[in-house]
């Protein structure tokens, strides 16, 4: 009989304890930076990225995962008889869904999934996938679910500083420098009904310390049937103090809440930049 495997991209930003626990394979992004290319998170990390714009304002370049990459990803894995669930990043923001859909028409057995997300709410439904294999479902119906399951999971970033943005050409000067002058600490939603594409949510003032507990507090009154179980705090750059200020606000909203700390992979560090904080979680129906 064959096996189910759930796969993904190492965008789900799920702690290394997680990934290993339930034997999810994940596939890396590629950084390019200084002419040299690095696999996300394997001989990269994000302090490294931080360091080297500080140092020569340079920010890295991330490429998709091509179809070549995810051929020879697959392919050992359908050779020992599994069938594949792969996990990508929102489609909006990637080419590599795409890519994964075509390596998938060349072989059989594997089933990409748009999870109209990223980091942390694209791990939310890696596990999702996992806990639907445990139930002994099919394919069929746990990729039926899946993408049902998408509009569920809910994502969202509040940052320090627009630089990052800004050396990525993804927002103004003017914008930038508007911003780090009137401290105002923007918070990028993923609208999960459309592929994962970012949008503005929020802007507060104050430092990111006075901003994390409003944003948190906000985010998590924006919805009913929170599930406890699964409350995610991504970061990047991020001090001890602030991931505490973050824990209290949501122990003190729900005590018994399971809260699960991951860092960011390179490839969201490099656009977000250090002092971000990241609430992922998922509704119940």
Not at 162 to 191: H, Q, Y
Request: glycine residues 6%; proline residues 4%; hydrophobic residues 35%.
């Amino acid at each position: 009989m064959s096996k189910i495997i759930i796969t993904a991209d190492s965008t789900c930003d799920l702690p290394l304890e997680i990934v290993d626990r339930y034997s999810i394979k994940t596939y890396p992004y590629t950084i390019i930076l200084n002419e040299k290319s690095y696999k996300d998170n394997v001989d990269i990390s994000p302090e490294e990225i931080f360091d080297n714009y500080y140092k020569e304002g340079i920010l890295p370049k991330t490429s998709s995962i091509n179809v070549g990459e995810y051929i020879e990803f697959f392919k050992p894995l359908l050779d020992e008889g599994n069938k594949i669930i792969h996990i990508n990043l929102g489609s909006s923001l990637s080419s590599s869904y795409q890519n994964a859909l075509i390596a998938a028409s060349t072989l059989d057995n594997v089933y990409p999934i748009d999870s109209s997300n990223l980091s942390s709410g694209t791990g939310l439904l890696v596990l999702k996938a996992v806990e639907l294999v445990e139930k002994g479902l099919d394919v069929d119906e746990i990729v039926t679910m899946l993408k049902d399951h998408t509009k569920n999971v809910h994502s969202s970033f509040v940052l320090d500083t627009l630089d990052f943005l800004f050396a990525g050409g993804r927002v103004s000067k003017l914008t930038s420098v508007g911003s780090t002058m009137l401290k105002i600490k923007p918070v990028i939603e993923v609208n999960n009904t459309d592929n994962g594409s970012m949008t503005s949510g929020i802007k507060y003032r104050g430092s990111i310390e006075k901003v994390i507990p409003k944003y948190i507090m906000d985010k998590l009154a924006q919805h009913e049937n929170i599930n406890q179980d699964k409350i995610f705090i991504a970061q990047a750059g991020l001090d001890e103090k602030c991931l505490k200020i973050a824990t209290d606000t949501i122990k003190n909203i729900y005590p018994s809440s399971n809260i699960i700390y991951t860092t960011a992979s390179c490839t969201i560090s490099s656009h977000c930049g250090p002092k971000t904080l990241g609430l992922f979680f998922e509704t119940l129906k």
